[in-house]
C-alpha cells in the first residue's frame, strides 16, 4: 500500500517538454503532485545529467520551469513511463496543485484537465494490467 505525503492527481492535457544529457524529447504527464510527477509516452529512456533533468510542463495557459530527479522507470511496450520528484518546487507549482486538489474534491470544472482518481474502482495487477470494478455502494 502506498503512504504519499500528498495525494496524485491524474491530469488530461499536459505535455512535457524535456532536456536531458542526451538531448531534447517531449512526453504526457500522467499525473501529478506537490512534489512529484509521472511522465508517460516518452520515446527513449532519460539520461540525467548530475542525476537531474530539466522540463517545461504547459497547463493550459502557464508553463512551468523545473528541474526533476528520477525515482523509477518502467518500459511500457515502445514508450517509457518514468517518475520522478521535484527539487527545489516553486510557489507557484504548489499553488496550482492545491488549486486543481480542491478542485478535485468538489464538483470539477468542465474544461478542467485535472480527473480525481478513483481508488475504489480499479484493482492493478503484477504485469500493469487494469481491472475496473463497481464499487459496492454502486457509484460509478
Not at 530527479?69 to 514508450?79: A, C, F, I, S
Not at 518514468?82 to 527539487?87: A, C, E, K, L, V
Not at 499553488?95 to 484493482?123: C, D, T, Y
Request: with cysteine.
Amino acid at each position: 500500500m502506498e503512504h504519499r505525503k500528498y495525494p496524485r492527481l491524474t491530469t488530461i492535457g499536459m505535455e512535457v517538454s524535456i532536456a536531458d544529457k542526451v538531448g531534447f524529447s517531449t512526453g504526457s504527464i500522467k499525473d501529478i503532485s506537490r512534489s512529484g510527477v509521472c511522465i508517460t509516452d516518452l520515446p527513449r529512456q532519460l539520461q540525467p545529467a548530475n542525476n537531474s533533468i530539466t522540463v517545461v510542463i504547459s497547463a493550459k495557459d502557464k508553463q512551468f520551469r523545473l528541474l526533476l530527479e528520477p525515482q523509477w522507470v518502467k518500459q511500457e511496450g515502445l514508450t517509457t513511463v518514468t517518475g520522478m520528484i521535484i527539487n527545489d518546487v516553486p510557489q507557484s507549482w504548489t499553488a496550482m496543485v492545491i488549486q486543481l486538489e480542491h478542485q478535485s474534491n468538489g464538483a470539477l470544472a468542465k474544461k478542467s484537465f485535472v480527473a480525481p482518481q478513483k481508488r475504489s474502482f480499479v484493482k492493478k495487477l503484477r504485469r500493469g494490467v487494469v481491472i475496473l470494478k463497481k464499487s459496492s455502494r454502486g457509484d460509478v
